[in-house]
């Protein structure tokens, strides 16, 4: 990283990592901006500062600086599609760090759509799909960044949309007609019985269910 400050014009800063120096420069004008040659590890830091003239003066530590590297992405455990109907879905997922939330979905592994990014940085994640086609297996992956800004992407899921609601009614059945064994008597095509939960034929659209009524 670059860490930036004041020192005294013309001075040499050096930068120090838990009292190991990982970098110098000057302090031109009285400013110093100096990247670190040394690569810092994870975890937390102690950052300070020392500045020496041209006379080879040394000064007294300055105050410190605590700096975090983290560069871990966060994982990924768990992701899930639910609430799926014929234009919506709602996608799930979990991390194990705090992190934002967005997802990349589409009929291609290319995606081409993406969920407006939610900068809440949460450990459960849940982002809603609208506007989606009835019928149709769509591909979708999640994307979360952490504090420190690394990044990670789920693999590829996919989940299909339910068809559209039948909204029209079916035409109405045929007339019922007794059956001949509920048709008792004299003759079975008379429509006159004894039967007193006779039972009753006829056509209907396939699959529905029909209802018989009397009066």
Known sequence: PTFTGTAEAGSTVRIFSGGVQVGSGPASGGAYNITTTS????????????????ATNVSAPSGALSVTIDTTAPAIPA?????ITATTATINWTTNEASDSQVEYGTTTAYGSSTTLNP?????????L????????YHYRVK??????NLAQSVDS??????????????????????????????????????????FTGTAEAGSTVRIFSG
Request: hydrophobic share 30%.
């Open 39 to 54: 690569a810092l590890s994870s975890g937390p830091h102690s950052i300070t500062a020392t500045a020496t003239d041209a």
């Open 120 to 128: 809440s940085l949460v450990t459960s994640h849940s982002q809603g």
């Open 144 to 149: 979360s960044k952490d504090a420190a800004g």
């Open 158 to 199: 996919t989940f299909t949309t339910q068809a559209p609601a039948d909204t029209t009614a079916p035409p109405p059945p045929s007339t019922p007609n007794l059956a001949a064994a509920s048709d008792t008597g004299s003759s079975n095509t008379d429509n006159l019985t004894n039967d007193t939960t006779p039972t």
């Open 130 to 137: 609208s506007s989606l086609t009835a019928s149709t297996l």
């Open 79 to 83: 992701v899930s599609a639910s609430g």
